[in-house]
């Protein structure tokens, strides 16, 4: 298992610009859920899915979408980079057994804004 | 509103010492969920734990203990006999059952230095 992979790990964008925040797990758990992390700060989720087909918003979904036609997939899209998006991006996926959840997370993505 | 608050900033503690991380939640839901990460220098991120608000239980796994009190609103998380490798950011997180149990509010984090 690769557990949860995303890409890049790292990218630079000018304001203005677009693009798409790759997440993917192999371990066909259905939730999955992206979020964001400021310095010094914990994280703010930023959209979540209980499934494919399935995403809703989390505390700070302003400026992203996100998509899930795939159990493994659940990509994070940038429509138009502003510099307050600079932040670290992590992707998680869950799933409970017997009333246990465990999460798994993935790298990180490191987003500069210019 | 939900709410966590982890007041510690930092805690130094050395080697070999107990540690006691504390974490306070406000939320209007009777059933909840807490979770407790750890965040490495490396800036991975660990999920440790997972409680529901009706398992009042505490837990203990190996030198991690949790301790859940709904009568303050706290749900603790201390580490036993600290080693270096403990050191790292701990975040406390609430969710609550009403939104799914997924919208996932965090603390800000107590940074935890274990000197040898």
């Known amino acids: 298992n690769a557990g949860v992979t995303q890409t890049p790990k790292f990218q630079v964008l000018k304001t203005g610009q677009s693009m798409t925040l790759q997440c993917a797990q192999d371990?066909?758990?259905?939730?999955m859920s992206w979020y964001r992390q400021d310095p010094g700060m914990g994280l703010r989720l930023i959209h979540y899915?209980?499934?494919?087909?399935?995403?809703d918003q989390g505390e700070v979904p302003n400026g992203y979408n996100v998509s899930r036609s795939t159990t493994e997939d659940f990509p994070l899209r940038l429509l138009s980079a502003a510099p307050s998006q600079t932040s670290v991006y992590f992707c998680?996926?869950?799933?409970?057994?017997?009333?246990?959840?465990?999460?798994?997370f993935g790298p990180g993505t490191r987003l500069l804004v210019l | 509103a939900q709410k966590v608050t982890q007041a510690q900033t930092e805690i130094s503690v050395v080697e070999k010492e107990d540690v006691t991380l504390d974490c306070v939640y406000e939320?209007?839901?009777?059933?909840?969920?807490l979770f407790w990460y750890k965040q490495p220098p490396s800036g991975e991120l660990v999920f440790l734990i997972r409680?529901?608000?009706?398992?009042?239980q505490n837990e203990i796994s190996g030198r991690y203990s949790w301790n859940f009190q709904k009568s303050t609103s706290s749900f603790n998380f201390t580490i036993t006999a600290s080693q270096v490798v403990d050191s790292a950011v701990y975040f406390c997180?609430?969710?609550?059952?009403?939104?799914?149990?997924?919208?996932?509010?965090f603390g800000a984090g107590t940074r935890l230095f274990v000197k040898a």
């Open positions: 998680a996926s869950s799933h409970t057994t017997g009333g246990r959840e465990t999460q798994y």
């Open positions: 371990m066909n758990h259905e939730y």
């Open positions: 899915s209980v499934g494919a087909g399935i995403t």
């Open positions: 939320t209007r839901d009777t059933t909840y969920y």
């Open positions: 409680r529901n608000s009706f398992d009042e």
């Open positions: 997180a609430l969710s609550e059952a009403r939104t799914g149990g997924f919208k996932t509010i």
